[in-house]
């Protein structure tokens, strides 16, 4: 099976700093690349997604940055709170038989210390 | 945004037990839904596509005996875990695209498996 590389495994910030996950992935279905972030006992939670026809997208203060030619994309988190601690996924789409599935990456332990 | 509802959110069973689990999409249908699993400090591990009204499809390795998927109508989808054991403990999470499959996956809240 296809798969999305996930890095830094885990990840200690400091309150207001930023924050950076990577992922690269093999081959896509389409081009679409979310970012969900998990907490503890929960379901993961579609945080911020990109699709093709932007570079970067922003929402408030998080960012997605993604490079076509490298099949890479990131994840910024600016100024990093405690509350933001969690793990986070990147996913992207393969084709699956008649439907289009989401396969993850390995996971980000993000802790963000006071 | 789509929301999918799972029941029971945690269940506890002794081994050699079924326990059925439910997915629901409450605002919208889908023909198509996701079973993953995953473990403790795990990724999520996608184990069948749910497909209404036919058969589901498993991934590589999963006992398609053992996870008996149903798909009744567009906004039900079953996972039963047939005869647990303890191996079979972990967290199972279904989603479904939001819209057509090039949309949004919107997840549900999880399923906690124990199995004594």
């Known amino acids: 099976q296809q798969q999305v590389k996930q890095s830094p495994q885990s990840l200690i910030v400091q309150k207001g700093g930023i924050s950076i996950i990577n992922c690269a992935y093999e081959n896509t279905a389409f081009d679409y690349f979310p970012w969900y972030q998990q907490f503890p006992g929960k379901g993961p939670a579609l945080l911020i997604a990109?699709?093709?026809?932007?570079s970067e997208k922003k929402e408030g203060r998080f960012t997605i940055s993604f490079n076509k030619s490298a099949k890479q994309f990131s994840l910024h988190i600016m100024d990093s709170q405690p509350g933001d601690s969690a793990t986070y996924f990147c996913?992207?789409?393969?084709?699956?038989?008649?439907?289009?599935?989401?396969?993850f990456g390995t996971g980000t332990l993000l802790a963000v210390q006071p | 945004g789509a929301v999918v509802s799972q029941h029971p959110s945690w269940v506890i069973c002794k081994s050699g037990t079924s326990v059925k689990i439910e997915c629901r999409s409450l605002d919208f249908q889908a023909t198509t839904m996701f079973w993953y699993r995953q473990f403790p400090k795990q990724s999520l591990m996608l184990m069948a596509t749910s497909n209404e009204g036919s058969k589901a499809t498993y991934e590589q390795g999963v006992e398609k005996d053992k996870f008996l998927i149903n798909h009744a109508s567009l906004t039900l989808s079953t996972l039963t875990v047939t005869s647990a054991h303890p191996e079979d403990s972990s967290f199972y999470i279904c989603?479904?695209?939001?819209?057509?499959?090039?949309?949004?996956?919107?997840f549900g809240e999880g399923s906690r498996l124990t199995v004594l």
């Open positions: 990109i699709r093709p026809d932007v």
């Open positions: 989603s479904a695209w939001s819209d057509t499959d090039t949309g949004e996956l919107f």
């Open positions: 996913a992207a789409p393969i084709r699956g038989g008649a439907t289009n599935k989401l396969i």
